[in-house]
């Protein structure tokens, strides 16, 4: 192919050249821009505060409030290499591990039932939907195949919680008398 002057065109060079110049271009306006944005960020951080973008927009939430999403809190993080087994012989290191988990995004309180729903009509019911969503698909994501089905039809996180809780620590309580006795004997 030729451009009308006569000259050869090669559109991997232009390509090329003309990514090199937008490179170029851009390094200078995104340098400039990207230190504004770095130290509006910080100023922000160090009041404890950061926008989120949410359906209420410009609504400030604090950094360490429950309710604070991090932009890497999606539905698809993993945080456990060993889910849950179906028969829960692994649930005390799962359920630490989760505790722990949820401990470091400041989500604990939407399985230990202490953030509860609020009403419908509250400032805060929207941010409570979507971290309870995002807890609920942290927890299903913990959980072996064959036990995903059943936390399917669970609507909050808690509910989740308190079902694995009592399946799996059922048969506990007799283990528990069983280790107290012989430990009283050894005495």
């Known amino acids: ?46 009041k404890g505060i950061v926008v989120v973008a949410s359906s209420q927009q410009g609504k400030a939430t604090k950094v360490d409030s429950p309710y604070y999403l991090h932009p890497s809190d999606h539905p698809g993080l993993v945080f456990i290499m060993h889910p849950l087994a ?20 400041n989500k604990v309180g939407f399985v230990d039932n202490s953030i509860t ?9 929207q941010s409570w939907v979507k971290c309870n969503a995002i807890v609920l698909s942290w927890l299903t994501n913990s959980l072996t195949k064959e036990i995903q ?30 280790l107290r006795r012989t430990i009283t004997l050894l005495q």
């Not at 829960?88 to 988990?101: D, H, I, L, P, V």
């Not at 729903?117 to 019911?125: L, Q, T």
Request: one cysteine or more; hydrophobic letters at 35%.
């Open 1 to 46: 192919m030729a451009l009308e002057i006569g000259v050869p065109f090669h559109p991997k060079a232009l390509c090329k050249g003309l990514a090199s110049l937008a490179v170029f271009v851009g390094s200078i306006s995104l340098d400039q821009t990207s230190r504004s944005m770095a130290r509006e960020h910080d100023d922000q951080v160090s």
């Open 86 to 105: 179906e028969n829960g012989e692994n649930y005390f290191t799962w359920r630490r591990s989760m505790m722990t988990a949820l401990e470091s995004k």
């Open 117 to 125: 729903k609020p009403y419908i009509n509250s400032p805060d019911f």
């Open 149 to 178: 089905s059943s936390a399917a039809h669970t609507e909050t996180a808690s509910e989740l919680w308190a079902d694995f809780d009592e399946r799996f620590t059922q048969g506990i309580a007799p283990r528990i008398y069983e």
